[in-house]
């Protein structure tokens, strides 16, 4: 089955400043990749995603990018702010007939010192 | 109520004990899946619901028991459970298949968890 990993485990950075989290995935079926952030006590929250038909989004301060030859996709965002300091988590599609069966990274908590 | 909701919101209980979490999305979606989040572990699928059918069932222990009786309802249902369950079970739901002319896959919305603590 999908395996997903993700680095950094944590990562602070300080205002203004960029953040990238790297994802890993070992399905090279897989085809769909969210971005979830979640805020501490809040439920996750598709913040971006990608299809495998592209290879880069941009939502005004966060992108993603898609390299399916080496099965790694990136969350970058640009300006940081404090109200970015969340836990983000990378997932990955395992293809089922019927449901999406999202398997997900380990999370990333970002912090960001103003 | 809007998006998907999850009752009890905290839940303590005993490894004798019989509970059942509840969840119901209120955004016409006909898949709903239960996950379990553990501290510096991933986010782990436990059960998939399509169409009101189980597709998926992660190889959770039997001590964990899903059941959908309609598209906007999904329970997870607890008995004789382990200190080690304790974590918070989020609730999710999506359209699958998407709507046409959309695309193939869909955001899962999820619900605010039940944080469960097994003594």
């Known amino acids: 089955g999908e395996n997903v990993e993700q680095h950094p485990s944590t990562l602070s950075v300080q205002e203004g400043d960029s953040a990238v989290i790297k994802c890993t995935y070992s399905d090279s079926a897989s085809n769909y990749f969210p971005w979830y952030k979640q805020e501490l006590g809040k439920r996750p929250q598709l913040i971006i995603d990608i299809r495998s038909n592209v290879g880069e989004k941009k939502d005004q301060r966060i992108a993603v990018t898609l390299n399916k030859t080496a099965k790694h996709f990136s969350l970058h965002i640009t300006e940081t702010q404090p109200e970015d300091s969340a836990v983000y988590f990378c997932a990955a599609i395992s293809d089922m007939e019927y449901g999406n069966k999202l398997v997900f990274g380990a999370g990333t908590i970002l912090r960001v010192k103003s | ?119």
Not at chain 2, 24 to 40: R, T, V
Not at chain 2, 63 to 84: A, D, G, I, Y
Request: proline share 8%; hydrophobic share 30%; aromatic share 10%.
């Open chain 2, 1 to 119: 109520e809007t998006g998907v909701t999850q009752t009890p919101r905290h839940l303590v209980m005993g490894m004798t004990n019989k509970k059942s979490l509840k969840c119901e999305q209120h955004l016409g979606h006909n898949a709903m899946y239960w996950y379990k989040q553990s501290a510096k572990k991933p986010l782990e699928l436990m059960f998939v619901y399509s169409l009101e059918e189980r597709v998926e069932n992660n190889s959770v222990p039997s001590r964990f028991s899903p059941e959908c009786p309609n598209s906007s309802h999904l329970f997870l249902h607890l008995h004789t459970l382990q200190p080690e369950d304790s974590a918070l079970y989020l609730c999710a739901s999506s359209q699958d298949p998407p709507l046409a002319g959309g695309p193939r896959y869909n955001e899962q919305f999820f619900g605010p968890g039940t944080r469960l603590t097994v003594l």
